[in-house]
Every structure is written in C-alpha cells, then in structure tokens.
C-alpha cells in the first residue's frame, strides 16, 4: 500500500508544489509528506535548480559567442564586398552615361577626304512618301561642303549608352530593329584614302540616337546627341545634296 500511495503522492508533487491541487488534496500530500522521507525527498529535488557546472557553462558559453562572432563578421565581409561591387557598377554606368563624348571621341578622329551620306524624310501630307536627298560626287569631296558637315558634327556633344559596354552587336543585326519609331534618317559615310573609316546614322527619334561604326572595330555604338545636330545636319544634306 505504500509503493501505491508513494506513486500516487509523486504524481500528485508536481500539482501541489504549483499550488494547483484542492486543500483536501494538499492535506493528503502533506499527511503523507510527514511520514514519507521518500517523498519528502523527490520535493527536495524538485525544489532545486538544476543548473550545469560553472566551468563548463563558462566554456560552452564562450565558444558560442566566439563562434556567433566569426559567423557575423564573415557576413559583414561578404555584405560590405557586395555592397562595394554594387557601388562602383552603379558609379561606372552614371558616369559612363552621363559622362558625354565629343565627336572626335565617338569617331576615333576620323578625318575624311571625302563625305557620302543621304538624307531620308517621311512625308506624311498630301500622301505618305519618303524623299531622299543624296550627295553627289562633286558635293562629296568639296573642302567647304565636308568642313562643315565636320563642324557640325564637331558641334554636338555625344552621350553614350550602356549597351555599348553591355552587349556588343555586329551594325548589321541592328539596322532594322536597335532604334524604334525613327522616321527620318541622316546617314554620313566618312572616307579616307578611299576607305570608310567611321559610319554615322542620326535618327529622328524621341532621343535622337546616334549610331556610329569605326574601322577596325566590327561594333556598333549608340549615343544620343542634341536635336539640333539633327536638324542641322538634314538642312544640309537638302541644301547641298540632289533629290533622288
């Protein structure tokens, strides 16, 4: 009866030490308590902590915080590397685009003997058309006609665009499809020796892109130029070139 009893009453320490039991139940335990030492002590332990040896708390908790600390400053290498990278990618493109060229810079001083070029409008009213203005052969080697084809070229500022550094596209892939909702085109072919060394195409777009090709380089690149280029480039193309 007392092996029953002590399993009960030690089912019921738990209860009792939290004070949740009834007072006739309380009084149970208690009666028991003083008669049992068994039981009193599994209250005793009951009622002391349990905790782990100073040392090898001390030892555990140390290697936790040395480990914690290793770990965070990996990732403050690796958070401030990001962050570094991200940082000088985001400089380069403003200052690669912002940044504006001059003509000789785009062209890699091209100095022509000779320039061909074309002046092409879409004409909307009466009936939609296209003109073309060309020059001719005497009007491409004047002195006069390419000293100021060159100044006005000269006269604008060129602003390049990223996709010059991030994707390289051969000019032929990109004549039909790079500029979108261009309608009139001013394309200039500068020679020298009898050999083209920079290609410009303006296009009347929205942002008046530029595309230019040098010899040795198979690449195209794009910028924008100010719209007056534009404008006085095809008023000179029409004054000096022949309606084809």
């Known amino acids: 009866m007392k092996e029953a009893n002590c399993d009960v009453i030690r089912d019921l320490l738990p ?3 939290d004070g949740a039991v009834s007072e006739e139940t309380a009084k149970l335990v208690r009666k028991h308590l003083a008669d049992c030492p068994d039981c009193r002590a599994e209250l005793r332990k009951m009622r002391t902590p349990i905790s782990l040896p100073p ?17 965070r400053k990996k990732q403050n290498v690796k958070l401030a590397c990001a962050v570094s ?9 403003l200052c690669y685009t912002l940044i ?27 009936d939609l058309h296209v003109e073309i203005w060309q020059l001719d052969g005497e009007q ?19 602003r390049p665009e990223l996709r010059n550094v991030l994707n390289y596209t051969p000019l032929g892939e990109l004549l039909d499809t790079s500029v979108k909702g261009a309608s009139d085109i001013a394309q200039l072919y500068l020679v020298q020796d009898n050999e083209v060394v ?30 007056a280029v534009y404008d006085a480039l095809s008023a000179l193309m029409m004054e000096y070139g022949v309606l084809k």
Not at 55 to 70: G, I, T
């Open 198 to 227: 920079a290609t410009a195409s303006f296009y009347n777009d929205y942002s008046h892109t530029v595309q230019v090709s040098v010899k040795g380089n198979p690449n195209t690149f794009f910028y924008h130029t100010d719209g």
């Open 140 to 158: 491409e080697t004047d002195p006069a006609v390419i000293g100021t084809l060159m100044d006005t070229l000269r006269a604008g500022s060129y």
């Open 15 to 17: 209860l009792y030490e």
């Open 100 to 126: 504006p060229r001059s003509w000789d810079t785009a062209s890699r001083k091209a100095e022509p003997d000779q320039i061909m070029g074309h002046y092409s409008a879409m004409i909307f009213q009466p």
């Open 85 to 93: 990278v991200l940082a000088v990618i985001v400089v380069f493109c």
């Open 55 to 71: 040392d090898e708390d001390e030892k555990a908790v140390k290697r936790f915080l040395e480990r914690r600390a290793e770990i």
